[in-house]
């Protein structure tokens, strides 16, 4: 199936351990993105990666780092996880990012930090 | 600030009877406006995109109206179906950068009922 893939879909984890969010897509895309919705529900970008080179990064604690080994994968790993990042992380991708492409999202991850 | 405010919070209708979803934003540089539905515990799926010059977009049962001179955009569901229930979200891309960025309105969510 075409589509968007991220895993896990569920993470529970403790406070103060690192994790890592997998994303990859079949689209032959060009930008990919992670989004944090919070449960106000509303979506925040987070970063954007343009053919594997950075171009939008939000104010986001330095704890997180996103990869992209290539314009399929996009990774996010949390450092030192907070009760504040429970949400669920949305990745998505779109043909390109500088003119109105539609996006294709991911199934999302539900991160619940203890 | 660059906001996207959506009206009704939710919303309650029996299958078959017409529904309209109302979108405020005050995002610039606007580039375009997105409609997207979201079923509980999956990724938005775009539904409409509307540039500048567009003001009005189908997709199915689905009609978007967009005024870019009052900022207000319309997604308007017609004979609903039981599946229509999800949450409807209003995303407007402001072009900086070069890039396009989307802000998330917080979603309208409607419950169709038999």
């Known amino acids: 199936d075409t589509a968007v893939s991220q895993t896990p879909k569920y993470l529970v984890t403790q406070m103060g351990n690192d994790k890592s969010i997998k994303c990859e897509q079949n689209l032959g895309h060009d930008t990919m993105y992670w989004y944090k919705q919070d449960s106000k529900k509303f979506l925040k970008i987070m970063f954007s990666?343009?053919?594997?080179?950075?171009?939008i990064n939000e104010t986001v604690p330095n704890r997180f780092s996103p990869k992209s080994p290539d314009k399929a994968h996009l990774n996010l790993h949390i450092n030192s996880l907070e009760l504040g990042d429970s949400a669920v992380y949305f990745c998505?991708?779109?043909?390109?990012?500088?003119?109105?492409?539609?996006?294709?999202f991911g199934s999302g991850t539900r991160l619940t930090v203890v | 600030k660059n906001q996207v405010e959506q009206s009704p919070q939710s919303l309650i209708i029996l299958e078959g009877k017409n529904c309209t979803l109302q979108c405020n934003y005050t995002v610039s540089p606007f580039s375009n406006l997105r409609w997207y539905k979201q079923d509980t515990g999956r990724g938005p799926v775009s539904l409409t995109i509307?540039?500048?010059?567009?003001n009005t977009k189908s997709n199915g049962r689905y009609t978007a109206t967009l005024d870019a001179d009052t900022k207000q955009s319309s997604l308007h569901i017609t004979a609903s179906q039981l599946s229509d229930s999800a949450s409807y979200i209003c995303?407007?891309?402001?072009?900086?950068?070069?890039?396009?960025?989307?802000?998330f309105g917080a979603g309208t969510r409607l419950a169709v009922h038999p």
């Open positions: 998505a991708s779109s043909q390109g990012a500088g003119v109105p492409y539609g996006y294709t």
């Open positions: 995303v407007v891309s402001q072009f900086s950068g070069g890039y396009n960025k989307l802000i």
């Open positions: 509307m540039t500048f010059s567009e």
């Open positions: 990666y343009n053919n594997k080179e950075l171009i």
